[in-house]
């Protein structure tokens, strides 16, 4: 007995549901979990199925012929992933996730750390994980992501994280790794594009900051959005008090982000996201 | 062209997904949306189907015949429901039912408004819905439950809505009306159970009060709780602050509630509900 | 015994609250609550004290020779204020105020409501409150503005309320009511700045929508924020469903910033508030 | 210049604050922060005023003998606060305060970590921290507490944490403590109190889950609450689920809760805190 996730993402038409499920239940396979969405102004249909029993090749082959050819279909074991992540300073966001590597409580191990500075190689290397400094200090920015890329190849990861990694990256980078890369941005976007949200955010005088985490598209801080949350502040807050109360938000929504993402409960279309968040 | 929408609910077993989807795709009725949950512990299937296309007589009669047979298996006109609501002396939840029945932005119709006392009878009648006092005096609880039995039979509503009724019910009426009542209390439940919430709330010095919309037992407080949410607060408020604050979200979760289950979208099982909010 | 409330705002130096609260005490002025703020960068000086006793006319004058000269002293006698609010179509949050007008529970009372379309009078004069219809329609904005002053100066309202006013009001109206016109905007700015923010909310895949009350001043969605909140919406949500959903938020934010400014609870500088919410 | 923190708490009378600000200035300390609160049913008077200057010894002598004789009155030096952190199984909470440790993001040091079994050691070494291994196995739970106190007062803390610490307490260790012992609970109080709330909440089928932190009384699960929070669950969460989703809200509150407690801006009265939050 073995369990597997099956993605479907095509163009929607009448008895998709009935047709997935119809040769599941000729395969003997059990649902444990189907979740399914229909973007209508796009004519979209998505759906998560959680299948457990024998799986033989027959079955993927026949779910291919009863859905229109333009399908795209997966059917993903489910397995801890591998993941390279990507810092500069800041250690909030890279500490929670070697707590988690550490702990085994969620659903990926960190393969590296790459690092533009070398100020989190001691705390990376306490959990026993290779910290690579690339500085980008007298590279051009192209240099700079192709030495990082190096790096990152050498481990083959099935997600690049970049957990407050600060700076822009090239279309080269962005466009060796698909839907792959995932930035928690500082600000509840599309509020407080580009540098120094919290300051932003001080001197308009908002009432509530965020954090976003998104996928990484050539649009900096355009990409698909996967998970948002807020916490309140006020007139007591400087900029400085924000960016500390900001770290909280920051790290919890990359995590749900990354729950989602690695429990294959993501789809991306256009530039926006379906997360099946149960 | 109809919409109608598929409740299923019964003992689980593999292949229900595919039964049900199938004779939908026979008779081309097309899925607007399907959810579904199954309850491990209990072995137990729930799913919601939304279709829409030209229904026959034998669509669910093939259904009853495909699935387990104690299954629960309700095919729902969607329609506007009607409700009776009940109140004591409180005026925001029914001031806000009225407002939600003039503006018809959500799915119900209020019929009529019965209260212990007869100060909210004005508020009533401005919105031309029958307001009905009946008075708990010189009347044993038995009596007076029979009194409101009968006002309420003559409306025949599809729900009961206790906003603010702050006595309590016999068994006879709540057995009346099985999995028809919805009561707002005024609490995170089961915290605070029984009498003065907010003043039990205020001795405790909790930082969080709440409300919890649920359906009516025997049980006082204790019936399946359909919804829930809190607002934080400090030792600026006292207990008659906290009941001020509290109205915001006394309302909200009712609201929330009431949208849930008019939608359709809440089975119960056990002492738990299953809300499919999307 | 009277009660009222001290609103202090000048630059910030040594020794200012023992200066105010010295005086109250020789005055034997009773300190029921006193909350202060000092602006660092701005190095200014916030402070409201509730003082309940026997006020004589000695009381203010000594106060102000103990201030600095620029400082803006108010005393202000606690009672309730006159709002006249402005609506365009839209029901949920003039239906929230008129319930409140109603029931008495907050600090205000509403003089009048002015549209530029019919269609919110029935409600309205269910309250028995004026409800004045003036069109835009053959008019230049500057004629509808100053059509509907000529309606406002006839009821001389501490605040104007834009309950969805959704027009563009003019310069000479703006200044004609400085730091008394308070604003719902139905995002969560700076997001989503103008027209038909969700809309703009659902083509970016955000995953929070959120309203904004602030005080209008002649840049459009850019005035002080008062108060600001969010809901969390996912990709079940069309631009219509976020638009339903926010209607609640927006009501609950346009309360909450009421609340704070007609308690005398905010402070404006620059073009941010000082809010003490206690 | 040294920056100081003055708590007082006394009985209320009329002029406290002109009194306590009045001496300040007369000593030439600058106030930088001045929140006060009045807890009337009690009346009692609370008060947190940061200073900024040059303290001479006669400030707090004369602070004393302006204020009612039973008043509590302490001048604080704010620096880094010592803590031992007890512990059993759950890795969450324990390893957030140790990063926060070796960031130095929070006003704390741990000075030692206490388990009743070995399985954190290795991580809490990692931050080269001592770890005691002190096992409860056939001890009386008075023997096992008195080891434990051995281990503690060899340190010296500030305050002791409970960070997912699974046993109960002796009233002999809770009273070597008053006041300094804080619990993180593992929902949200009163509502789950005792043994596997998650399983509880399960069972009750709430729609919110929640954790609280709390001073340690005799009373178990009832001493003062200082912070608490809640999350969102439905039906789709097992009691194993609710588990892990209040891992996050545990270590969030605890967090909190100590940053509050450290800054001194808790002060305890009866069974409740007044929690100056700014």
């Known amino acids: 007995m073995e369990r597997k996730i099956l993605l479907t993402d095509c163009p929607d038409e009448t008895g998709l549901i009935a047709r997935v499920t119809g040769i599941c239940s000729k395969y003997k396979l059990n649902i444990i979990k189907n979740t399914e969405f229909v973007a209508n102004q796009q004519q ?18 026949e779910i291919r012929e009863a859905l229109p050819k333009e399908a795209s279909i997966r059917l993903i074991t489910t397995s801890r ?18 707590l988690k590597h550490y702990a085994q409580t969620m659903n990926f191990e960190i393969s590296a750390v790459i690092g533009n500075y070398d100020n989190l190689r001691e705390l990376t290397e306490k959990f026993g994980i290779p910290f690579h400094t690339v500085s980008h ?16 190849d050498g481990y083959s990861p099935d997600y690049i994280v970049l957990a407050k990694y600060m700076r822009i990256l090239t279309p080269e980078f962005i ?17 407080f594009i580009g540098a120094k949200p919290y300051e932003q955010a001080y001197n308009r005088g908002v009432k509530i900051i965020g954090a976003t985490a998104h996928f990484v598209t050539e649009h900096l801080d355009e990409g698909p959005i996967i998970d948002q949350d807020v916490i309140k502040v006020d007139h007591n807050f400087t900029a400085s008090d924000m960016a500390e109360a900001g770290r909280d ?9 990354l729950n989602y993402v690695l429990d294959d409960k993501v789809f991306i279309y256009g530039n926006k996201t379906v997360v099946f968040r149960n």
Chains 1, 2, 3, 4 share one sequence.
Do not use: W
């Open 44 to 61: 979209r249909f998505f759906m998560r199925t959680v299948l457990e029993g024998d799986f033989c090749s027959g079955f993927l082959q």
């Open 81 to 98: 992933k591998k993941l390279v992540v990507m810092v500069t300073k800041e250690m909030h966001c890279i500490g929670d996730l070697l």
């Open 249 to 257: 938000i920051e790290r919890m929504v990359l995590d749900h982000a």
């Open 175 to 191: 466009n060796a790794y698909p839907n792959r890369i995932i930035n928690i941005h500082h600000s509840f976007l599309p509020a």
């Open 137 to 152: 200090e007298n590279l051009t920015r192209e240099e700079h992501c192709r030495e990082i890329m190096k790096v990152i």
